[in-house]
């Protein structure tokens, strides 16, 4: 048994293996058998070497069925490279208890070793510093008579360091959130452009961040580096281990008629695994980033059973987050709902303290003016928000739930909620291209109505304001984009060469449509978005090598693995600054929309706010035709309904004026659409004004809602182009 020990402490000597922290140790906590035998079984195993003290610390348990003379054959597989082969002779090297082997049980404590410090300078440098190293050291023992292998065994190596670090994690979530919440505040403060800007960058760095979620949740065998860097992202999926939370998932799951997973917990006795296709044909374990195989179960001489277990795919994110399999499904369903629920008790929550503020005289009566005023419209326009976000995620849970049965109330929960959000969605894009079809009919331009309205806005603009004006339609592909790549990952777990395809194509098509159409609303913002496009595309590529469909060799698909983290390392980097940059900007600058350019498809001209109804002249109209009203909002916000374009009733402009004439004679001139009762200039004796105001031109007497030309259809058509058409983005 001790020499053992010693045989197992030569084998990590020269291994090469995954990472290091702040001491260099190589050191392995998984152990399977990469042969299909009896001979040989074990339930605990820990092997750790620390070359600056030349220490070795051994564990293991576990039980032989192997007699008489054996050799061992050592292969040390780095990068899918044999690094090492090398023919030992227990005997040749006096191992005791391994010359001849006998049969019975091995329980060996963790005690430190001293071994020479000739074995250090054998171990390159490289292994001490490089994360995530995909290496591995397996032992063949063979009969000396037959030369046959009888047992083999396999151990993951690592030297502690690692890509997947929870502060990444916590890092790419607050700087999400600070995106978007920049956007929110300057939204509130009247800047659209700039709001417009941060949030569509904001939304396009949260949808990375859940694209590189979405690739550690396929089910393909991917080398170590690229799992632990997919792994720092599984919170934008809602892959987030809460202790007590885990508990909640487990009584509920059992307490509607399902069979909770205990894997977690069954570790001393259960060898997590997942296939990997290598010409030994074997299997490596994958348990080694959650520490050890377990505790020891069985006292020395008694026989301890084991068994395997494959996880992939969704599953295997889960165990590496500590979260059982069954609990998966409802972790994330529980963490979008509490996030839904918290944004908007913090929007209600502001409103209540700027009504405060305002009210003891500590802040302006105008600051956040059109979030007071309609409040309700915008949360309910944050709740479509928060609705889009969540997409992917209950989209790829719900469907995998599908496949799994946990219980029958989560199959009716993820009903429901796919329910919810196709429809939501669904009514909000029919809308949206509704309100455009309308504009244009009325217009030539869909901007009008989409951003004349504020309730049209504030409501259904999380689908289009990223989008230049006449590319309102492109919220459609974008939803069947993600629709139909989380039915390949949440559908086709077991297949994952389908999936591997499946995300090509996608990918692929994504690129080309959104290189071509380019819709988003200026230039950088369109290379922004068709870069992170470019690099999506290029991961679907990486995953096709790591399905091994071409047969590469596995250093190959070794180097090609660290190529996939530093590139996507490096986008993301990228990606987050520009919105970190863009974000404080928005919120320290006084006037933050001088750093973009207006919008080439006018809608600045035709987004209103409450600001923008308070000049002097605006009180002159509004006398001028009898309407005092200044607001935009109803006093009543949920009446928005039955007086914005978003309605589609045509706001507050009657039908007839709203309706091209069909019986208008086009060789006409247009009537003028001014009520003629109605005084256009005051009376003289009203009283006079400033000196400046006699050489101002007066407004025009046309109400400020009425919505469609004053010329005829045919009159406009032979005689000028519609105003509305300048700048509206024709021109892509």
């Given at each position: 048994?001790?020499?053992?020990?010693?045989?197992?402490?030569?084998?990590?000597?020269?291994?090469?293996?995954?990472?290091?922290?702040?001491?260099?140790?190589?050191?392995s906590?998984?152990?399977?058998?990469?042969?299909?035998?009896?001979?040989?079984?074990?339930?605990?195993?820990?092997?750790?070497?620390?070359?600056?003290?030349?220490?070795?610390?051994?564990g293991?348990?576990g039980?032989?069925?192997?007699?008489?003379?054996v050799?061992?054959?050592?292969?040390?597989?780095?990068?899918?490279?044999?690094a090492?082969?090398q023919?030992?002779?227990?005997?040749?090297?006096?191992?005791e208890g391994?010359?001849?082997?006998?049969?019975?049980?091995i329980?060996?404590?963790d005690?430190?070793?001293?071994?020479?410090?000739?074995?250090?300078?054998?171990?390159?440098?490289?292994?001490?510093?490089?994360?995530?190293?995909d290496?591995?050291?397996r032992?063949?023992?063979?009969?000396?008579?037959?030369h046959?292998?009888?047992?083999?065994l396999?151990a993951?190596?690592?030297?502690?360091k690692?890509?997947?670090?929870?502060?990444?994690?916590?890092?790419?979530?607050?700087?999400?959130?600070?995106?978007?919440?920049?956007?929110?505040?300057?939204s509130?403060?009247?800047h659209?452009?700039?709001?417009?800007?941060?949030?569509?960058?904001?939304?396009?760095?949260?949808?990375?961040?859940?694209?590189?979620?979405?690739?550690?949740m396929?089910s393909i065998?991917?080398?170590?580096?690229?799992?632990?860097?997919?792994?720092?992202?599984?919170?934008?999926?809602?892959?987030?281990r809460?202790?007590?939370?885990?508990?909640?998932?487990?009584?509920?799951?059992r307490?509607?008629?399902?069979?909770?997973?205990?894997?977690?917990?069954e570790?001393?006795?259960?060898?997590?695994e997942?296939?990997?296709?290598?010409?030994?044909?074997?299997?490596?374990?994958?348990?080694?980033?959650?520490?050890?195989?377990?505790?020891?179960d069985?006292?020395?001489?008694?026989k301890?059973?084991?068994?395997?277990?494959?996880?992939?795919g969704?599953?295997?994110?889960?165990?590496?987050?500590?979260?059982?399999?069954?609990?998966?499904?409802?972790?994330g369903?529980?963490f979008?709902?509490?996030f839904?629920?918290i944004?908007?008790?913090?929007?209600?929550?502001?409103?209540g303290?700027?009504?405060?503020?305002v009210?003891?005289?500590k802040?302006?009566?105008?600051?956040?003016?059109?979030?007071?005023n309609?409040?309700?419209?915008?949360?309910?326009g944050?709740?479509f928000?928060?609705?889009l976000i969540?997409?992917?995620?209950?989209?790829i849970?719900?469907?995998w739930?599908?496949?799994?049965?946990?219980?029958?109330a989560?199959?009716?929960?993820a009903?429901?909620?796919?329910?919810?959000?196709?429809?939501?969605?669904?009514?909000?894009s029919?809308?949206?291209?509704?309100?455009?079809?309308?504009?244009?009919?009325?217009?030539?331009?869909?901007?009008?109505?989409?951003?004349?309205?504020?309730?049209?806005?504030?409501k259904?603009?999380?689908?289009?304001?990223?989008?230049?004006a006449?590319?309102?339609?492109f919220?459609?592909?974008?939803?069947?984009?993600?629709?139909?790549?989380?039915?390949f990952?949440?559908?086709?777990?077991?297949?994952?060469?389908?999936?591997?395809?499946?995300?090509?194509?996608i990918e692929?098509?994504?690129?080309?449509a959104?290189?071509?159409?380019?819709?988003?609303?200026?230039?950088?913002?369109?290379?922004?978005?068709?870069t992170?496009?470019?690099?999506?595309?290029?991961?679907?590529?990486?995953?096709?090598?790591?399905?091994?469909?071409?047969n590469?060799?596995?250093?190959?698909?070794?180097?090609?693995?660290?190529?996939?983290?530093?590139?996507?390392?490096?986008?993301?980097?990228?990606?987050?600054?520009?919105v970190?940059?863009?974000?404080?900007?928005?919120?320290?600058?006084?006037?933050p929309?001088?750093?973009y350019?207006?919008?080439?498809?006018?809608?600045?001209?035709?987004?209103?706010?409450q600001?923008?109804?308070?000049t002097?002249?605006?009180?002159?109209?509004?006398?001028?035709?009898?309407?005092?009203?200044?607001?935009?909002?109803k006093?009543?916000?949920?009446a928005?309904?039955?007086?914005?374009?978003?309605?589609?009733?045509?706001?507050?402009?009657?039908?007839?004026?709203?309706?091209?004439?069909?019986?208008?004679?086009p060789?006409?001139?247009p009537?003028?659409?001014?009520?003629?009762?109605?005084?256009?200039?005051?009376?003289?004796?009203?009283?006079?004004?400033g000196?400046?105001?006699?050489?101002?031109r007066?407004?025009?007497?046309?109400?400020r809602?009425?919505?469609?030309?004053?010329?005829q259809?045919?009159?406009?058509?032979?005689?000028n182009?519609?105003?509305?058409?300048?700048g509206?983005?024709?021109?892509?």
């Amino acid at each position: 048994m001790r020499s053992l020990s010693v045989l197992l402490c030569f084998l990590v000597a020269f291994l090469h293996s995954p990472l290091v922290a702040a001491d260099r140790l190589i050191e392995s906590k998984a152990l399977t058998l990469c042969q299909e035998s009896s001979n040989f079984t074990a339930t605990y195993f820990n092997v750790r070497y620390t070359p600056d003290n030349n220490s070795l610390v051994i564990g293991f348990d576990g039980v032989s069925s192997i007699s008489g003379y054996v050799e061992a054959t050592l292969v040390l597989d780095a990068y899918g490279y044999t690094a090492l082969k090398q023919t030992l002779d227990p005997c040749e090297l006096d191992f005791e208890g391994l010359c001849p082997m006998n049969t019975g049980a091995i329980n060996i404590k963790d005690t430190p070793l001293t071994i020479g410090s000739d074995v250090a300078s054998q171990i390159p440098g490289i292994a001490y510093n490089v994360p995530d190293l995909d290496a591995s050291v397996r032992i063949y023992i063979n009969s000396t008579t037959t030369h046959e292998s009888v047992a083999c065994l396999e151990a993951s190596l690592s030297n502690g360091k690692t890509v997947y670090q929870k502060g990444v994690g916590w890092t790419t979530a607050v700087i999400a959130g600070l995106g978007l919440t920049a956007s929110a505040i300057t939204s509130g403060l009247g800047h659209s452009n700039t709001a417009a800007h941060v949030a569509a960058n904001a939304m396009s760095l949260f949808s990375f961040y859940q694209s590189q979620a979405m690739i550690g949740m396929t089910s393909i065998h991917m080398p170590p580096i690229v799992e632990s860097w997919t792994q720092n992202f599984q919170w934008s999926m809602g892959i987030i281990r809460v202790g007590f939370l885990q508990d909640i998932c487990t009584w509920y799951q059992r307490s509607t008629g399902g069979t909770a997973a205990t894997i977690l917990s069954e570790l001393s006795t259960v060898s997590v695994e997942v296939l990997k296709k290598r010409s030994y044909d074997a299997v490596e374990l994958v348990g080694r980033s959650l520490g050890s195989l377990g505790k020891r179960d069985g006292a020395e001489g008694e026989k301890v059973t084991s068994e395997s277990k494959e996880v992939r795919g969704i599953e295997r994110v889960g165990f590496i987050a500590g979260i059982e399999e069954t609990n998966i499904f409802l972790t994330g369903f529980i963490f979008f709902v509490v996030f839904v629920a918290i944004v908007m008790l913090l929007v209600v929550a502001f409103k209540g303290l700027c009504e405060l503020l305002v009210k003891h005289g500590k802040m302006k009566s105008d600051k956040f003016q059109d979030f007071r005023n309609g409040w309700r419209v915008v949360a309910r326009g944050i709740l479509f928000r928060l609705t889009l976000i969540g997409f992917p995620q209950m989209c790829i849970l719900c469907l995998w739930e599908f496949t799994r049965n946990d219980s029958p109330a989560e199959i009716v929960l993820a009903v429901i909620m796919l329910i919810s959000l196709f429809a939501a969605l669904g009514w909000a894009s029919f809308k949206v291209i509704s309100l455009a079809k309308r504009s244009i009919a009325l217009h030539k331009n869909p901007a009008y109505i989409l951003y004349s309205d504020p309730t049209c806005l504030n409501k259904w603009g999380f689908l289009y304001v990223q989008y230049r004006a006449t590319a309102y339609y492109f919220v459609i592909p974008w939803l069947g984009y993600l629709l139909i790549k989380g039915m390949f990952i949440g559908l086709s777990q077991p297949a994952p060469v389908v999936q591997t395809v499946a995300y090509v194509i996608i990918e692929a098509a994504m690129l080309i449509a959104v290189s071509v159409l380019r819709p988003w609303m200026d230039k950088k913002t369109n290379i922004y978005n068709i870069t992170i496009a470019a690099v999506q595309f290029l991961n679907s590529i990486f995953l096709l090598f790591f399905s091994d469909v071409f047969n590469q060799p596995g250093l190959v698909t070794g180097v090609m693995g660290v190529v996939f983290f530093v590139i996507n390392a490096v986008a993301a980097l990228v990606l987050l600054i520009l919105v970190l940059i863009a974000s404080i900007y928005a919120i320290v600058s006084k006037n933050p929309d001088t750093r973009y350019q207006p919008m080439r498809d006018d809608r600045g001209s035709f987004i209103k706010s409450q600001t923008q109804l308070t000049t002097e002249l605006d009180a002159l109209g509004a006398t001028a035709r009898g309407d005092m009203k200044s607001t935009p909002y109803k006093n009543d916000p949920f009446a928005d309904d039955n007086g914005s374009f978003s309605s589609g009733n045509g706001a507050s402009v009657s039908r007839q004026n709203l309706e091209p004439n069909p019986i208008a004679n086009p060789h006409q001139p247009p009537h003028s659409p001014v009520d003629p009762s109605l005084p256009l200039f005051p009376s003289d004796n009203s009283p006079p004004r400033g000196p400046g105001d006699a050489i101002q031109r007066s407004q025009s007497p046309v109400p400020r809602s009425f919505t469609s030309s004053p010329f005829q259809n045919g009159y406009r058509t032979q005689n000028n182009a519609s105003p509305w058409q300048r700048g509206a983005g024709y021109d892509h």
